[in-house]
């Protein structure tokens, strides 16, 4: 009994020194923890903010070279600044040297007084010359070194990405990843507009571009600014800024034109700003970002690649003298415009669908797009869905890629995670057809067939459908009045099910019918008269082997592109088939390319 007790108070003491040695460390652990965290998050914060005051990205103009190394700044001068007249003895070097600290910016002083320097930089004592004054922008070490393409190049701010807009042709765009706050826009074309620069035009070019401010509708424009620099290489960068005030949002705008030998290159930035006792906020200084983006263009010898159509003119082109150049200030009414909501007739009017994992899909997007609360979640769960709950969706996406887990499915641009188009069981496009404001629709699936159902949605403006096999029904595009954007294309994945490939989750598409219907007589013929009739085209995509007959799109006053494809562009028959389009064939259509051959400049 004695020995029991004593073993038991030694396991107690035993048991109380574990207890002990792992309690006192925890105590620590869970004092000091608090400490160790807040200093992490002390370090995590202090390296947020200097990781952000990298990302401000600031590139200001310097009116004088800071130290001797030129090789870090990109000079700008301003032409027509300064007056100097030569004395016997003088020389463009010498000249040079004391404007500008370095004989070797001569250059600079020739191309701004082409009547007064002779042959190899000679100047007479008496002349008047005009020294641009030039200002530098240091090159940002923390910069990535840009966009680069073998025919031309620009920096861009650190930690930016590349992206492409959807609300307007041919532009590309950089933009901080995270913040989401700040972008430039991006063009390059040739230089068709400006061969000479845009010398005695800069005064009548600023007055166009204050008069296309005045035609927009919706937002407001004020401070307008205008700059005109010379780069070093003695070509124009044209550069203007200006707010665009909607509603209660300001957005500072820059915009820059590089003049280049060989091609035109704009910079379009936005950013939105705050004023508060008549200081102006922002979480970038745009109009820094996109003069730097300008003066760091840079051309090669090299021919670029045109490798995008435009499928219509830009926006605000009515508005705007240059063909080559985006109108901004159509594309921010595009962007910030107030607009009215959506008018329709029966939006109390219930909807009943075929495919119960396609209301489901619709359900779920309108909850997210509403921001619904758990409360208004239940309530529309419980009830059928109607009309005006889907008044918002104007853009629809279905196609399937052959690739597993590329398949596209977006409602107004909001996907759900992980899905393939055959986990929505849409067999029938009046599912569809119940959207009462549906603009744009995209399919390449091989469940549907009845495509006339698309009648009745009068508001389609832009249809892209993708089939195993030529689309045989074609009547029902004569009854959208709105349409202007059509592409009828043959889809690549059933040839490729066909040659063995097999795609790992399910398929839409039945690799024996490919994706059509019954067969039917059909014949090119019936398909321009059917577009013939579609009188508000402007861009139209076909994909047909036999087509030849193209005397429909002279009944087409407004298509602007045409791109038709189906044939070897090298062969003898995709030759003859480009023939049929000469210089002077349907004046109308600016960008055409038949059979993978540009015939007329795309951009």
Known sequence: MRDRKIRNVFWDRRRRAVWWACIIPAAFFMILHPLAAAGKEAAETEAEETRFADRTQRYPLLSELPGDDFGDYIALSVPGEEAYVVKKGDTLWGISRSFYGAGRFWKRIEEANPDAVGKEGLIFPGAELTVPQVFYVEKQAASQGGFSAPACSYDTPAYWTFGYTEWEVCLESVRDSERKDGRVCTHITENRMFPDGVGEKWEEMQENIKASAGKTEGVRFSRPQFERYLREDGRELIFYSFICEAGEEKIQYAVAYVIGKKYLAEFIGDCRIEEQGGQVTSAYAIEEITRYMAASFAETEEEKNWASLKYRPYLGYENWAYEDLHNPFAMAAELYAQGEDPVYEGEDEEVVFVSREWEELLRNVTAYHFDMTDEEWEELSDRPLYKRDLAWITDVVMAESPIPGRDAIEINGLSPANAACADYNLTTLKDIAVLPNLESLKLEIGTVSDYEVLAECPSLKEISIALGEPLRETGWLKELPRLEYLALRISMFPHLTGMGYRKDEATTFDPEKNGGGEEKDYTDKDLGEVLAECRKLKYLELESE??????????????????????????????????LFGEDAFPQVKCLAVDDKWLRNPE
Request: proline share 3%; hydrophobic share 30%; charged share 35%.
């Open 546 to 579: 036999e087509m030849e007959d193209f005397e429909f799109i002279g009944q087409l006053p407004d298509l602007y592109a045409f791109r038709l494809y189906g044939r070897d562009g090298d062969s003898a028959e995709g030759e003859a088939r480009q023939s």
